[in-house]
């Protein structure tokens, strides 16, 4: 049973193409999550959600835009993709602000 | 701003010694703490949580403890074994958004 899963695992594409990365939870949880780690293997949070509204939103680019259609659902769009955005992306979830867990990870990979 | 700061950035010891990860943060202000490992090309998996009002939290061979006022943690393993072989990561939440701020980890390697 996979309590935050997202796909793909791994995703290949070129300078300036728009792409996008779902995650869901079955955890039943309130607020979901997505970080950006980055090649020091640094994580940073970008969004959050609680009850499918924004609560979180960091200094990201605004080619990065988050969807929530339900609460066990957060996706991330991503348009004109640069060499920088390059990274290992994780979803995550809480109930409230209890204890997070993680995704498995996705490594975008831009060209 | 939060800052987490974890010490050392590297750790590698003989299977069998007890060791301790140190975590440090700039604001006190938390509301609670989670230690986490990361396996190579792997997503986290959550160790413990420490809510702000706690001392220390214990899970089987791991014990985290919380200082909030001098803003520390640490993280005490016991009779390391090979498969504790990881990064470990802490990170505190809180803030005017209690969003979770993450250290640099600490790259633990038990030899057999």
């Given at each position: ?38 090649s020091k293997k640094f994580l940073k949070i970008m969004f959050s959600y609680n009850n499918k509204e924004l609560i ?46 993680f995704g498995p990870g996705t490594r975008l990979t831009v060209t | 701003k939060q800052e987490v700061t974890q010490i ?87 803030g005017s958004n209690y969003k979770l701020t993450f250290g640099k980890g600490t790259l633990l390697t038990v030899n057999?």
């Amino acid at each position: 049973d996979t309590a935050v899963s997202q796909t793909p695992k791994y995703l290949v594409t070129q300078m300036g193409n728009d792409k996008s990365i779902k995650c869901e939870q079955n955890l039943g949880h309130d607020t979901m999550y997505w970080y950006k780690q980055d090649s020091k293997k640094f994580l940073k949070i970008m969004f959050s959600y609680n009850n499918k509204e924004l609560i979180i939103n960091e200094t990201v680019p605004n080619r990065f835009s988050p969807k929530s259609p339900d609460k066990a659902h957060l996706n991330l769009h991503i348009n004109s993709l640069e060499l920088g955005d390059s990274a290992v992306y994780f979803c995550a979830s809480s109930q409230s602000r209890y204890e997070q867990y993680f995704g498995p990870g996705t490594r975008l990979t831009v060209t | 701003k939060q800052e987490v700061t974890q010490i050392p950035a590297a750790l590698s010891v003989p299977e069998g010694e007890n060791l301790v990860l140190n975590c440090s943060f700039t604001d006190s202000a938390i509301y609670n703490l989670q230690w986490f490992r990361q396996d190579p090309g792997k997503g986290l998996t959550s160790l413990l949580l420490i809510q702000s009002s706690q001392r220390e939290q214990t899970s089987g061979r791991l014990n985290a403890s919380l200082d909030k006022s001098s803003g520390r943690s640490t993280l005490y393993i016991a009779a390391s074994q090979p498969g504790d072989s990881a990064t470990y990561l802490c990170a505190v939440r809180g803030g005017s958004n209690y969003k979770l701020t993450f250290g640099k980890g600490t790259l633990l390697t038990v030899n057999p």
